[in-house]
């Protein structure tokens, strides 16, 4: 389950960029109301690709790049000479269940260092949420009640992590900071933070699940990780557990998850993301007392750290260089 | 305001400690209830140290070992041959005060490094609570209210440390990993993580309030230090700074963080420590909406770790090793 894990950094392709550039016609294909918050931070940051909706594009041949985010099933149809294609954030599912998207133009997501950075510390207060039980501290204080407790060292508590791209490593780097004991699944092994233990294959799945005190899902959606957080998942942790769920809502058995928590096998949910998004007002997750909703905000890519990341791949292209997030369509990221 | 920076490690102390030792009679002097907490910890962990109340030792001339925490004024008086005396935790303000106290034997305090990243977790759940106001998501989860927020990078927010010492070192290396623009204070401006920006002095102090969005406290109670945390400080402060307090409670002016809070010059402040202990039911910030009490519970050493770094030191003393954390009388920790 690994991605690239490079950066925007001295490349070639960053000098480029900082050149002037020629000027590149770009589309905004997907949701107006979310595409068009990318018009100021292209004008900003790279003044040199101007986005324009397609009904607005007079000549569909001169769109060279495209930027993305749940793009219907014949948006990439009228532009034939597309070089580079960008999601808006690290997800590209939505890009890729487009039936029109052309099979010969590198599609890159955006996964930089911030973004890594924001989704740690996201991250990292669910984690001290559970191991902590900041949520006592809150309810005490609203009855007035002073209660000290018996802390654990984060040494002794085993967090798990699914997922070792660039936001695991980002989180797993933040939670060794802590001190806390990190095991890490990734699909291939490879990508391990310095620090953490490693699991792959799909025992190592079951042993990391069983390991996990607080299990943390940053996986890409992929036909195999799909329903990945079920009952027999959450029968292998310990009891007690609580997960952090920050990847997909497809990733998870909702109706599985309810009943770990009623049962007692998990003690907690910290969810991010889910099937249904807005999450239906009447759905049982926003008022279960052991579950954390949160409106699928862990982390944003910026606007303007779209149009830098966008103006450095397209520059690049010019010099022979992939974008350093390219995606692996058959892997699905 | 730095603190010693040395850690139990491979030393000759901690060999020495690994051998068989000899017996060591030693006394718990302070409130029975929070001592006798310390007996079964060195019965396992440190079994040659032998503890017990001062009035169940028939020769007080035997002891050579004092464990404490708030003795009172006489409380040393009864032991002339104490080789060692240590506190529970990293503060030491309680037996600095007490009359008694010998001035030729060597004070040590509990700093290590699990305690200092207890310290970071708890603080860096405060600084994202602010950062990310985590407490509207709360708050929005109860009116099951989905919506999405622009976000902040953490590089873009500053956050200021006040303490420089082993618990301010593990702060700011958790928060460096997180990607904040960390700034430290301290007396002497020595001990500055890597990655951080210093400050040190009256006017380093007034330049670290001014740029930070996130204050935290972190120093040891001296006379310098009583009251730090005022009206004038405040007022340097970014207007909707927020404040994080877990030093000691007579490091603040209570009414100066209320008048900053109800005029909006402070947005947010996280208490773990206070004046008055427990504090008191009535108090005016059990209440107020912008601040989260907690009940001086920020980290703990725990028993085991006190065992095991009282036994390293004694055995050190033996082999002529100063303990790690001696404490500088004259500094005041």
């Known amino acids: 389950m690994q991605t690239m894990a490079s950066d925007v950094s001295e490349t070639a392709a960053s000098q480029a960029a900082n050149a002037p550039a020629a000027p590149v016609q770009g589309v905004l294909l997907g949701d107006p109301e979310i595409m068009a918050t990318y018009v100021d931070a292209f004008a900003k940051h790279a003044p040199h690709i101007r986005l324009a909706f397609p009904e607005a594009i007079e000549d569909p041949a001169s769109v060279t790049f495209a930027l993305a985010w749940d793009p219907d099933d014949t948006a990439f149809t009228p532009f034939p000479n597309l070089r580079l294609i960008s999601s808006i954030a690290a997800g590209v599912n939505g890009i890729l269940a487009s039936a029109s998207l052309p099979a010969d133009v590198p599609l890159m997501r955006i ?52 997922g070792a791209g660039k936001m695991g490593g980002a989180v797993a780097q933040a939670l060794l900071a802590l001190g806390y004991d990190v095991g890490v699944y990734s699909r291939s092994g490879r990508n391990l933070p310095d620090g953490a233990e490693g699991f792959h294959g799909e025992e190592g799945l079951s042993q990391l ?48 998850l309810l009943a770990a928590l009623d049962s007692g096998q998990l003690s907690g949910a910290s969810l991010d993301v889910f099937a249904v998004e807005p999450l239906p007002s009447t759905h049982a997750f926003w008022t279960h007392d052991k579950i954390v909703v949160t409106p699928h905000d862990a982390c944003d890519s910026t606007p303007a750290q779209v149009a830098q990341e966008a103006a450095t791949a397209l520059a690049g292209l010019d010099v022979g260089e992939r974008p350093a997030s390219l995606v692996d369509r058959d892997a699905g990221y």
Chains 1, 2 share one sequence.
């Open 209 to 256: 699940a069983a390991r996990s005190e607080i299990l943390i899902t940053l996986l890409p959606l992929t036909p195999e990780t799909r329903g990945i957080l079920n009952a027999d998942l959450f029968a292998r942790m310990p009891s007690g557990a609580a997960l952090i769920h920050v990847g997909r809502g497809e990733h998870l058995i909702e109706a599985d």
């Open 111 to 162: 996964a930089g260092t911030a973004q890594g950075q924001m989704m740690a510390g996201f991250v990292t207060w669910h984690v001290l949420w559970h191991h902590r039980r900041f949520g006592d501290y809150l309810a005490n204080q609203r009855r007035t009640h002073w209660e000290r407790r018996p802390k654990r060292d984060a040494r002794d508590v085993r967090v798990g992590l699914l």
